[in-house]
C-alpha cells in the first residue's frame, strides 16, 4: 500500500482535532447513560452514545489502517435487529468497553497530537518539524488507536475457536445430509434397479427349468433382454451415484475443465474464464465445483437469465470464483438449502461466500478459499459455453 502524503496525512490529523470534540461527548454521555439506567432515560441515552461511539470509532479506525498500511476489519459482534436486544447485544460486546476507554485517550492524549500535527504546519517557525515529525507521530497515535480498536490477539484466537467450532458443526450437519442422501439415491437407483434385475432373472431361470421351455424362446429371450436393460440402467444409476461424489471429469480435467463442462450444459450462453497457474487440493476442487454446480444450477431454475459468466482467479493465497448472470435477481442465501449448504461446505475449508443480487439484477456471487496451488496440470481456458 502506498504511503500518505503528508497532505492527506494533516488532513487526518484534523480530522481527529474535530472528532476528539464528539468523542468527549459521547464518553460524557455513555456513562451519564449507564449511571441513569435505573431509569429508561439511561437506556435512551446508551442507544444514542453506544451507535455513534462506533461510528467515530470506524473513522478512527480506517484513518489508523490508512496511515499504517494494514487491513483493519471491524471487530464488532453482529447486532439483533430487535432495538432494545440490539442494546444488549452492544452492550456486552467486549469492544464496547475497549471504545469507550479508546475515547478517553482521543479526547485527551491523542487529541494532544493531532493538534500539534495542525500547528507545526500554521507555523513558520515549526514548519521543519511538522515536515519531519509529522508521519512518525502520526503512526505512533494510529498504533495507539489500533491497540484500543482492533481485535487482540486473545481475543482473535476466541473468535477463531468460535469459528471452528461453528464450522464443526456445520460440517458434521453436511457431512450426515450427504450420507443421507447416498443412501436414498441409492435406494431409488441402482438398489431398486439391482431388486428388477434379480426378478428377471429368477422367471429366467424358471422358464429354463421348465421342461416347455424351447417352446417359447422368445418369452425366455425378452426377460434376458429385459435383465440386460435393468443392468445397463443400475450401471447408469450408479455413475450419476459416482458423479454425485467427485465426479471423473474434475479428477481428469481439473476445476478449470469441470466448469466449463458445467457451463456446455446450460441452456444459457455461459463464458468461462480460468486464470488458475496450478490446481487446488482435490478436496479444495470438490467443495468449489459442487458450489458452481449449484449456483448455475440457481441460474438455470430461477434467474430467468439470458447469460453467464464464470472467472476462476488465484490472488493473495485464495482461489476466487466469480458467477454473474444478467437476471432478475433477488437472491439471497438463506433463501433455500442449496445456497446455505455451498456456505457450509467452504465454511469448511475457512472459505466464504458473498451474494450481490438487487432485485432486478444482475447477481454476482463470489466464492473464495484460502489455498495454494499445485504444479500446474491444466491450462488456462476461456470461451463460451
Known amino acids: 500500500m502506498t504511503e500518505p502524503s503528508r497532505a492527506r496525512l494533516t488532513g487526518y490529523a ?10 468527549l461527548v459521547l464518553f460524557v454521555l455513555t456513562v451519564t447513560g449507564a449511571a441513569l439506567m435505573v431509569v429508561w432515560v439511561g437506556g435512551l441515552l446508551l442507544a444514542i452514545s453506544l451507535p455513534l461511539t462506533r461510528l467515530v470509532a470506524d473513522a478512527h479506525r480506517h484513518m489508523a489502517a490508512g496511515v499504517l498500511g494494514l487491513e483493519v476489519p471491524r471487530p464488532y459482534r453482529p447486532v439483533p435487529r430487535h432495538p432494545w436486544h440490539a442494546l444488549v447485544a452492544v452492550a456486552r460486546d467486549p469492544m464496547s468497553y475497549r471504545d469507550l476507554a479508546w475515547t478517553v485517550w482521543a479526547c485527551t492524549f491523542g487529541w494532544v497530537v493531532a493538534l500539534i500535527c ?29 491497540w484500543f480498536l482492533a481485535t487482540s490477539r486473545t481475543e482473535k484466537l476466541e473468535q477463531r475457536v468460535q469459528v471452528l467450532t461453528e464450522t464443526r458443526a456445520d460440517v458434521v450437519d453436511t457431512a450426515a445430509a450427504e450420507l443421507r442422501r447416498l443412501e436414498r439415491d441409492l435406494h431409488d437407483g441402482p438398489q431398486a434397479r439391482l431388486v428388477a434385475l434379480s426378478m428377471s432373472l429368477g422367471l429366467a431361470e424358471q ?28 450401471i447408469s444409476d450408479l455413475r450419476s451415484v459416482v458423479r454425485g461424489i467427485h465426479p471423473p471429469v474434475l479428477a481428469d480435467r481439473g476445476l478449470a475443465g469441470a466448469v466449463q463442462a458445467l457451463a456446455l450444459d446450460m441452456a444459457v450462453p455461459v463464458t468461462v474464464t480460468a486464470e488458475l497457474d496450478g490446481r487446488p487440493p482435490a478436496p479444495v476442487e470438490s467443495a468449489l465445483y459442487f458450489a458452481v454446480a449449484e449456483c448455475l444450477a440457481n441460474v438455470g431454475k430461477h434467474a430467468h437469465a439470458e447469460s453467464a459468466t464464470i472467472v476462476l482467479t488465484h490472488d493473495g493465497g485464495r482461489v476466487r470464483v466469480r458467477v454473474v448472470d444478467d437476471g432478475v435477481g433477488g437472491a439471497h442465501v438463506d433463501a433455500g438449502t442449496g445456497m446455505l449448504g455451498v456456505r457450509r461446505r467452504l465454511a469448511a475449508f475457512d472459505g466464504t461466500m458473498s451474494v450481490s443480487s438487487p432485485s432486478g439484477g444482475p447477481t454476482e456471487i463470489t466464492l473464495e478459499v484460502p489455498c495454494d496451488l499445485s504444479s500446474p496440470r491444466t491450462t488456462p481456458s476461456s470461451g463460451p459455453g
Open 14 to 23: 484534523a480530522a481527529q482535532l474535530l472528532l476528539g470534540v464528539v468523542a
Open 207 to 234: 422358464r429354463l427349468s421348465q421342461e416347455g421351455w424351447a417352446e417359447d424362446p422368445e418369452g425366455a429371450r425378452r426377460l434376458v433382454s429385459d435383465a440386460r436393460s435393468t443392468t445397463s440402467a443400475a
Open 118 to 146: 495542525v500547528l507545526e504546519l500554521l507555523a513558520v517557525v515549526t514548519w521543519p518539524l511538522w515536515w519531519w515529525t509529522l508521519r512518525p507521530k502520526m503512526r505512533a497515535r494510529s498504533q495507539i488507536d489500533l
